[in-house]
C-alpha cells in the first residue's frame, strides 16, 4: 500500500503528533521490564523508570517461563516483560538489514521485520503477547495490512486522495492526507495545513474547506471522513467487519460527516 518512494512533507507536527497518538502504540512508551543475557547469563536486569522490581535472576534457562513470572510478580509495574538474548537480537537484525529491498514498498518490509521475530522465539521473548505484536510501532486500527489494503480499493478511486481527519475540542485535531496512484498504493502522506484552512471551524465545514483546498492544488479527492474524537476512538477499536456498521451509525448520530 505504501510506495516504495512515498513522499512525507509539510507535515503540522501538532497534528502528526495527534494521529500518531491515536492511530499507533508505542512499545518505547511502555513501562518495560528488560532482561538480557548472554547465553543464559544475565548482563541487564532493569526496569525502564528505574523502578525496584520483585523476582531478580542471574541466569535464564526458560526465558519464556521466566517472562511470565517476572510479568505476574510486577503486573502492575509493568506493561510487559521482554527477555533478549544478545546473539539472537545480533542475528535479527542481520536478517532484517539483507532482506532491504529498495524495490519493496515500505509497508511490506515493516510487516516482514515483525514477522520474522517469529524465528527468533526463544531469543527474543515478550509477556503478554508475542514479540511481533508487542515490540516497536503497533497500530490500533483493528485490521490487518490486508484487509486495510482491501478497504481501500473499494472505498477509494485510483489515483485520487483521501482526507481522513478526527475533530476533537472545537478544532481538526488530527488529519491525514494520502495520495494515491493508478496501483492503490500511497504516494504522499501529511497533514492538514492550518494556515490554508481554519481547523477551527465546525466538523462538517472543516471538511469541505479542507476538499475545496487540495482540489485547488488539482488533486480528486474522493473519499473524506471526520470524525469526533469518541467515534473515531470507538470506529478504530471495532473489529474490522463491524467497522462500516459503526461508522454508518456514527454519522447518522452526527459524530461523524464524510464526502462525496
Known amino acids: 500500500m505504501l ?8 507535515i503540522d507536527v501538532d497534528q502528526w503528533r495527534n494521529a500518531q497518538s491515536l492511530l499507533l502504540r508505542s512499545a518505547k512508551g511502555a513501562r518495560r521490564l528488560v532482561v538480557i543475557h548472554e547465553k543464559g547469563e544475565v548482563v541487564k536486569f532493569r526496569h525502564t523508570a528505574g523502578a525496584e522490581v520483585a523476582g531478580r535472576v542471574d ?16 503486573s502492575a509495574l509493568v506493561d510487559f516483560v521482554v527477555v533478549m538474548e544478545r546473539d539472537a537480537v545480533d542475528s ?7 532482506a532491504w529491498d529498495i524495490e ?3 509497508d511490506v518490509f ?6 520474522a521475530l517469529d524465528e527468533y522465539s526463544d531469543g527474543i521473548v515478550t509477556y503478554p503477547g508475542a514479540a511481533r505484536d508487542t515490540l516497536g510501532l503497533q497500530w490500533r486500527i483493528g485490521s490487518s495490512l490486508d484487509e486495510v489494503n482491501a478497504a481501500a480499493r473499494a472505498l477509494v478511486a485510483p489515483g485520487s486522495s483521501v482526507v481522513l481527519g478526527v475533530h476533537e475540542n472545537g478544532v481538526l485535531w488530527a488529519s491525514l492526507l494520502l495520495d494515491f496512484d493508478e496501483d492503490w498504493k500511497v504516494t504522499s502522506v501529511t497533514t492538514v495545513d492550518p494556515t490554508k484552512v481554519d481547523i477551527s471551524l465546525p466538523r462538517a ?9 487540495l482540489e485547488s492544488t488539482g488533486k480528486r479527492v474522493s473519499l473524506g471522513l471526520v ?4 467515534g473515531a476512538r470507538e470506529m478504530l477499536a471495532a473489529p474490522t467487519a463491524e467497522k462500516a456498521a459503526v461508522l454508518a451509525r456514527l454519522v447518522s448520530e452526527g459524530g461523524g460527516t464524510t464526502r462525496p
Do not use: K, S
Not at 510506495?3 to 509539510?10: C, I
Not at 469541505?208 to 483546498?213: N, Y
Open 59 to 74: 541466569r535464564v534457562d526458560d526465558p519464556h517461563n521466566l517472562a511470565r513470572e517476572l510479568y505476574d510478580a510486577n
Open 110 to 115: 515493516v510487516q516482514q521485520t515483525y514477522a
Open 104 to 106: 519493496a514498498d515500505l
Open 92 to 98: 535479527y537484525f542481520a536478517q532484517i538489514q539483507d
Open 3 to 10: 510506495h516504495q518512494d512515498v513522499l512525507m512533507a509539510d
Open 205 to 213: 465545514e472543516v471538511l469541505d474547506r479542507v476538499v475545496e483546498w
Open 227 to 230: 470524525l469526533d474524537g469518541d
